[in-house]
């Protein structure tokens, strides 16, 4: 399966690694856009891959039954989406980064649905699709409580290297 979203006369991919991309330069605590004009643009680029991404989530929660849990998720999370899309930023600097943070904790949630409903994983380290199951390591995290918690996978040629900031 490829990461591709087909329109009437294109192909466009669905670039879930640029995607997160444009969300770490918000995300992060310690992330502070350079001006109002950067916050402008991460903002138009988290609404571009919004709006690239939905009918994409759509289609593939289509496919399932009604009555299934991460269709009914999925479903409401572009609910959610939408409505933060119909908004305006707000008037100032903070507000305007505010309102982008808000869009890209939206489109995070929505990468997620999206990996989720299309079996896309992610290499944890490189955020770069997995497309050999046999090619990555099963990488796995310590819990507060102790207990060992599966979170994802990464690629063989990752595992001795640290994530990208």
Partial sequence: MTDVMQTENSIQPVDIAT??????????PDAKPAGISEVETLTNLLRDHMQLIIPEIEQAAGKLPTDDVPRYCALACIGEARA???TAAGHGPHRAVAYAR??????AALCDHYEALTGVEMCL????????RADSV????????GGATSAGHIHTRCAHTGRRR
């Fill in 138 to 145: 099963a990488y796995g995290q310590v819990s507060a409580s």
């Fill in 84 to 86: 933060k899309l119909r």
């Fill in 19 to 28: 995607m997160r991309q444009t969300i770490g330069q918000l995300l992060p």
């Fill in 125 to 132: 380290a490189c955020d770069q699709p997995i497309r050999d």
């Fill in 102 to 107: 808000k869009l890209a904790r939206s489109l």
